[in-house]
């Protein structure tokens, strides 16, 4: 059975960024996570060993964040990393990093980068 585990839209400050301005003012960033493995073992169980301890994935996001990079190709480079690491019975990755103010000229809702991962 395949599963998808979602975490959507979880704003975080951070300070990432090319130009000196963005690492010492920051700005709120959006994180979109999709994971999948077969959690059917836990639709059985209702055992939390059984399945992906999503807070725990909230928190390698939030570790992550929380390094400064030049590049959001690089951040999410390192939570892919991350979440392969801590959860080998992940399948595929995708994660989705939105800079909500970047520093260009006219009115957006942010800019985005993807990138997905089959293991």
């Known amino acids: 059975m ?3 585990i979602i975490l959507e839209n979880i704003k ?4 990432h960024g ?7 003012l920051g700005t709120y960033y959006i994180v979109n996570v999709e994971l999948h493995a077969d959690l059917s073992k836990a639709t059985a169980s209702d055992d939390l ?6 807070a725990e994935v909230n928190d390698v996001i939030h570790q992550e964040m929380n390094v400064s990079s030049k590049l959001l190709e690089h951040v999410i480079g390192r ?3 991350k979440l392969e690491t801590n959860f080998p019975q992940l399948s ?4 989705k990093l939105t800079k909500t103010r970047p520093p260009m000229h006219g009115e957006m ?3 985005s980068i993807e990138m997905e991962k089959k293991l």
């Open 49 to 54: 060993e059984d399945t992906i301890n999503y």
């Open 92 to 95: 595929f990755i995708k994660v």
């Open 18 to 24: 090319v130009l000196p301005e963005e690492t010492i």
């Open 79 to 81: 939570i892919i990393s």
């Open 12 to 15: 975080i400050f951070a300070y």
């Open 109 to 111: 809702k942010g800019v």
């Open 2 to 4: 395949n599963s998808k």
